[in-house]
């Protein structure tokens, strides 16, 4: 099979690099403080949302309400912890499959952007050494609206001068698959709860297998 597109636009927890596992371990962290309960299921749907929407789901299996402001505080206390995470992060976690793949799509000719609900987008390009690679990023802190809203791929499209025809969109979330559907672009699966979900155009067995198909 083989996708006619002239950009990709990547999601980045979970696809560019493994920080979905660091997520988990500061929900937890601060899940284990309030006496929830959390695990890697409850993990699953935190992929691609938001930190505040990400915070209302853990909050579910709480017996009581929380102010916004105490909300407020422990979203802050996570991404702390996540932050305290990240600084561990090098260029060495970047993985010579996702480097080599990249490089060989941009020789292709495609333009390559990002994607991503997270608002430390740009701090975790830095450490891992892709500060400056992109044509184009979007993340967090350029939209109202999370996934499965298209907003944060409709703007990627438009910060690189694309039409969403024209974008292929790569995710590891499901509700990434249905943000790429919704703005009209080919959505690619790799991993998480993206990987058969029944809405994804495509299930990527790789990250290199970008190159078979594109
Ligand atoms: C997404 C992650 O990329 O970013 C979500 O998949 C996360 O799990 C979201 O909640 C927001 O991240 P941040 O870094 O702004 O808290
Ligand atoms: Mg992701």
Redesign the pocket.
Known sequence: MKFEKKAVIF?????ICFT?RFHYQAWKALADRLGIYFDETINNRL??VSRMASLEIILERSDREYTPAEKEAFAEEKNNTYRELLKTMTPADLTDEVKDTLAELRRRGYLLSIG?SSKNTKFILERIGLGDFFDAIADGTDITHSKPDPEVFLCSARKLGMAPADCAVV???RA?IQAARAAGMTALALH?DAEGCGEEDYNLSSFADLLNIL
């Open positions: 999601d980045l927890d979970g696809v979905d992929r691609g991503s995710e590891d979330a990434g998480g």
